[in-house]
C-alpha cells in the first residue's frame, strides 16, 4: 500500500481517499471529503452545519505532509491516516451529543465543549491555528475536544501502520501516544486569550449554564445535560448526581463529584448527615485526588514530547490548588485525610 518513493499530491490523495472508504463503513460516517493543497500550517478541519441532522464535511490538507515526504514517506502516510481519524473523532463527538451512554470524564468535557459551541455558533480553533501564536497553541493543547481527537488519531494511525513503520518512529510514536493519555487523565486547565489559564471544570460548567439560559432546548436535545443540571441553567446538587451516575458509571461520577465538591461553594453539612454514604465517598475521592497530584508532580516531565513545560506547570500549580481546597474541606466536614498534601513548587 506504501509507495517506496517521492509522495505526490496525487499518490497521497488517492491513499486517503481509499483509507476513507475503509473507515467510513466501519464508523458509519457519510461524510463527504475533499483533499486539499494550501499552504497553511493546519493539517484538517472539519466544517459541519446543523439542519435537523448532522451534514460533515472533512477538509485533508497535505501540504505539511508533502513538504516533509522526501524525508520519510512512511511517516507522511502516518500522518494523513491520523488527520483523516483526528477529523472523524470530531465527528463522534458531534454524534454522542445525542446519548449518555458510557461517557467518560474526558469525552464529557468534550461534549460539553461542542455543545457551547453549537450554541454560540463560534468555530473553536481554525483562525487561532491559521495564526499559530503561542497562545492559539496552549488553547488548542488544553482543548478536551481537540486532545481527545488527537489522542484518537495517533492511537488509530500507530495500530493500522504498526508493521510497516521503522522501530524507531513507532517508539517516538507510542510515547506520544503515552503522553496524551497522561494530559487527558490530570488537565485541569485552559487559556483565555491573554495567556491566563483559567479553570477547565469551572469554565465549561458555568457556560453549560450560561447556554441554558439562552438555549433552552439543550435541556430536552441533549441528555447528559439533563443529568448534571436543572433546567434554570444551576447545576444538579451532588446527592442527586450521586443517584444519576453511581451505579451506572462509577468512573464518571468519581470525576464530576469530586470537581463539584472543590469548586461549587455550598453547605454540605445537611447532606451528609442524611446521606452518610455520600460523605464516606466524597472523603475517598479527596485522598484519591490529592494522590493523583503527587504521581502528576512525579511524572510531569512524562508529558514533555507532547507538551510546553510552561502548559505543564501551569496545570501542576492548579492541581496544587485543588489540594489546598480539599484539605480544608476535609477539616471542614470532619473527614479523614490519608494521602497526600502540599507540594512545595520550585518553578525556575
Known amino acids: 500500500m506504501f509507495e517506496n518513493k517521492h509522495v505526490t499530491y496525487k499518490v497521497l490523495k488517492k491513499y486517503i481517499l481509499e483509507v476513507y472508504e475503509e473507515l467510513k463503513e466501519k464508523e458509519e460516517c457519510n461524510s463527504d471529503i475533499h483533499v486539499i493543497y494550501v499552504p497553511i500550517k493546519i493539517n484538517g478541519f472539519l466544517f459541519s452545519k446543523y439542519n435537523g441532522t448532522w451534514k460533515n464535511e472533512i477538509f485533508i490538507n497535505v501540504y505539511t505532509m508533502l513538504k516533509a515526504s522526501d524525508k520519510q514517506n512512511i511517516m507522511c502516510y502516518f500522518y494523513s491516516y491520523a488527520t483523516l481519524s483526528h477529523e472523524i473523532e470530531h465527528i463522534r463527538i458531534i454524534n454522542a451529543l445525542g446519548s449518555s451512554s458510557n461517557i467518560t470524564y474526558s469525552r464529557l468535557l468534550a461534549m460539553f465543549e461542542q455543545i457551547i459551541m453549537n450554541v454560540k455558533k463560534k ?12 497562545i492559539a ?5 488544553t482543548s478536551p475536544i481537540e486532545i481527545s481527537c488527537i489522542k484518537s488519531a495517533y492511537e488509530s494511525a500507530l495500530d493500522y501502520m504498526k508493521d510497516d513503520m521503522p522501530l524507531s518512529n513507532y517508539k517516538n510514536i507510542y510515547n506520544i ?4 493519555s497522561f494530559w487527558e487523565d490530570n488537565m485541569e486547565l485552559g487559556y483565555y486569550i491573554k495567556d491566563r489559564p483559567y479553570n477547565l471544570f469551572v469554565y465549561l460548567f458555568d457556560n453549560i449554564g450560561k447556554c441554558l439560559l439562552q438555549d433552552k432546548e439543550i435541556y430536552d436535545k441533549y441528555p447528559i445535560v439533563s443529568q448534571l443540571f436543572n433546567s434554570d441553567g444551576t447545576v444538579l446538587s451532588i446527592d442527586r448526581i450521586f443517584d444519576n451516575f ?8 468519581d470525576k ?8 461549587y461553594k455550598t453547605d454540605y453539612t445537611d447532606i451528609f448527615l442524611q446521606r452518610r454514604e455520600v460523605k464516606e465517598y ?6 484519591e485526588y490529592c494522590k493523583q497530584v ?8 512524562f508529558g514533555a514530547c507532547f507538551l510546553q513545560e510552561s502548559i505543564l506547570i501551569d496545570n501542576l500549580i492548579v492541581m496544587q490548588s ?6 480544608n474541606l476535609m477539616k471542614i466536614y470532619k473527614m479523614e485525610h490519608t494521602d497526600g498534601g502540599i507540594i512545595t513548587l520550585r518553578i525556575y
Do not use: G, W
Not at 294 to 301: A, E, F, P, W
Open 294 to 301: 503527587i504521581r502528576y508532580y512525579q511524572n510531569i516531565s
Open 123 to 134: 468555530p473553536l480553533f481554525l483562525l487561532d491555528m491559521v495564526m499559530t501564536s503561542n
Open 137 to 141: 497553541e496552549k488553547k488548542y493543547y
Open 322 to 327: 485543588n489540594v489546598e481546597c480539599l484539605i
Open 246 to 253: 453511581y451505579d451506572l458509571n462509577r468512573k464518571l461520577c
Open 177 to 180: 501516544c503515552d503522553a496524551v
Open 256 to 263: 464530576i463529584i469530586i470537581h463539584l465538591f472543590m469548586y
Open 282 to 287: 466524597i472523603n475517598k475521592l479527596a485522598n
